[in-house]
């Protein structure tokens, strides 16, 4: 019984052995398809981010088309603009922003969109940027101030930061 349970250890380890050497041979073989293959899959999984970053700018592109702009663009329309709106908190917006902006925290506009006439004399004819750190913000107050009928033409946003903004619109 122990020599029937031993020569089938021995045929298990021999089998093992075979496989492993076969396996070495053809990762020897097939190095340079191996490489190339690692490659790519490298390539493709470094430009998940970007990629979901594209869709994310293309997705609010279509939803707002015009008033979604680049900051080579709103530094061109800087001067067009009446109101430069900033509706990161507070705590950002004192570490740092766009020249001439006004801080007002993005909560406080969807809480209540009439702040913007009430406490800053900000009308519906009035040509507005809003920006925040990644557009995300600056999407849902442009959308709440569509639902109060102000003009899609006179609100434009970024998707860019203040640090990207800063060298386009200062």
């Known amino acids: 019984l122990w020599a029937e349970y031993f020569e089938s250890c021995y045929s298990l380890i021999n089998y093992y052995q075979n496989f492993n050497s076969y396996l070495i041979t053809q990762l020897k073989q097939n190095k340079i398809t191996l490489i190339i293959f690692s490659l790519f899959t490298l390539i493709g999984f470094l430009s998940i ?18 008033s979604l702009i680049t900051p080579e663009e709103a530094g061109e329309m800087k001067d067009e603009f009446d109101y430069i709106i900033d509706t990161r908190s507070p705590e950002e917006y004192k570490k740092g922003h766009v020249k001439n902006s006004i801080n007002i925290p993005h909560q406080s506009i969807l809480n209540d969109p009439k702040i913007l006439f009430y406490k800053y004399k900000i009308t519906k004819d009035d040509k507005l940027f809003i920006y925040c750190k990644s557009g995300n913000r600056a999407s849902q107050v442009i959308r709440k101030l ?6 899609s033409e006179n609100l434009y946003f970024s998707t860019k930061s203040y640090d990207v903004l800063k060298n386009h619109i200062n």
Do not use: C, P, V
């Open 146 to 151: 569509l639902e109060f009928d102000y003009k």
């Open 49 to 66: 981010n970007y990629i979901e970053k594209q869709q994310l700018y293309y997705e609010r592109k279509s939803e707002f088309r015009d």
